[in-house]
């Protein structure tokens, strides 16, 4: 069965993203199993890593949500599902999904489905649209989270006979190991950033948008250093704008009210994100809208650092609270800071358990592996 099948898969864009990755690492997990593997984007950043032996790539403009070019995406997708004789159809974003349930009902493929967010929804029309994502035979939501949010939001439009299961987004845990960090590159990285490691260093991944929470962090380093009389700490906000210029001088004029442009950084990019986290001490992830899945908590825990994720969302199922990390209540700056404050004070032993058992969590449940694994049995099963 396995070397019978073909599996295609459509995103948007191939960038760095949790879906990008996600569609990535099935792409080449595929092959070494004994099967084919197909991918249709527009194009983006991590293409150029995809190996062309063993994954074959298709472009098309299926990040458009214009109604006629997502048909004519359809029908050209129905010629390469024809001549490639491909099994399943494995879409991964909205407009792209209604080009690939066309073709799939053309075809007679069978059709898959990954709900990675929550989409917002504020007319029925937007939720019409939406509900291409659980219009397939196989709908896989990326955690608990994600499968309740479906069960809540589009139970008019789930058919009984398809199938809905939670497969846990998955990362390369051999990526984010600390041990594959030298300390030279360490060294080189605090230089870039302009930091001497006399103090500790809290570090904020993630694009500069409202909803990941930069203010309510940056209210809740203000705090911690009142309480503490103080500066006790690095801070490093590390993430680009994507344009959104008027949002980044908002958080730089926070920084300047708050008298904190020597102690916190701003950092647009960084290529090797676990020597991001490996330099760093404690990293937080501050939402203020749940998180499907969450990868920062996943990644900062893979890495052995504490993490100070919000309550909300892929957190509360990714971080052991008191255990692998700390959850505060989401969009609080009080609550951040003091989490900050408890977890700048715990000793050096109590850290390095909390670190043994972020990893110890990310390996057992949410390696890239296991998630591979699971999604290519329930490809398996799909067809059978």
């Keep these: 069965m396995s070397s019978n099948l073909k599996v295609l898969q459509v995103i948007p864009k191939l960038g760095y993203g949790g879906a ?29 890593f995809v190996d062309k032996n063993k994954v074959k790539v298709f472009r098309l403009p299926v990040q458009s949500k ?25 879409a991964r974003s909205r407009a792209p999904a209604w080009s690939c349930l066309i073709a799939s009902k053309i075809t007679s493929r069978k059709f898959v489905t990954t709900f990675h967010g929550t989409y917002n929804f504020k007319s029925n029309l937007k939720k019409l649209y939406n509900s291409v994502m659980v219009r397939s035979d196989l709908i896989i ?37 600390p041990t594959t ?50 500066e006790a700490f690095y801070a490093v906000i590390l993430g680009s704008d994507q344009g959104r210029d008027l949002y980044k001088k908002k958080l730089i004029r926070l920084s300047e009210q708050y008298r904190l442009t020597k102690q916190l950084r701003f950092i647009d990019h960084c290529k090797d994100m676990a020597l991001a986290y490996k330099v760093s001490d404690i990293i937080v992830s501050a939402s203020i809208e749940p998180e499907a899945f969450g990868r920062v908590s996943v990644e900062a825990q893979s890495m052995e650092k504490p993490i100070i994720a919000s309550n ?38 109590q850290l390095k358990l909390i670190g043994v058992e972020g990893r110890k969590n990310i390996v057992q449940k949410f390696n890239v592996e296991k998630m591979c694994f699971s999604t290519y049995s329930e490809y398996k099963r799909l067809i059978n």
Excluded at 26 to 44: D, M, Q, R, W
Excluded at 68 to 78: D, F
């Design 66 to 90: 214009n109604p006629i070019l997502i048909l004519i995406n359809a029908i050209i997708l129905t010629f390469i599902i024809l001549i490639n004789n491909i099994s399943i159809i494995h």
């Design 312 to 349: 909300i969302g892929g957190s509360n199922e990714t971080v052991i609270d008191e255990k692998t990390g700390y959850l505060f209540k989401a969009g609080d700056a009080k609550s951040l800071s003091q989490k900050i404050l408890k977890t700048l004070t715990i000793n050096e032993t």
């Design 181 to 230: 960090k030298l300390e030279n590159e360490e060294k080189k990285l605090l230089k870039q950033w302009e930091i001497e490691k006399d103090k500790k260093i809290i570090l904020l991944p993630g694009r500069l948008t409202t909803w990941k929470g930069q203010e309510v962090f940056i209210e809740a380093i203000n705090l911690a250093n009142i309480e503490l009389g103080y």
């Design 141 to 177: 939501a990326g955690s608990n989270f994600i499968f309740s949010h479906i069960k809540e939001n589009y139970s008019n439009y789930l058919n009984q006979k398809k199938k809905l299961l939670v497969v846990f987004r998955g990362i390369n845990v051999d990526y984010f190991d």
């Design 20 to 48: 990008e990755t996600g569609c990535y690492d099935i792409a080449h997990y595929l092959p070494e199993n004994g099967c084919k593997s197909f991918i249709v984007t527009s194009g983006g950043e991590l293409l150029k």
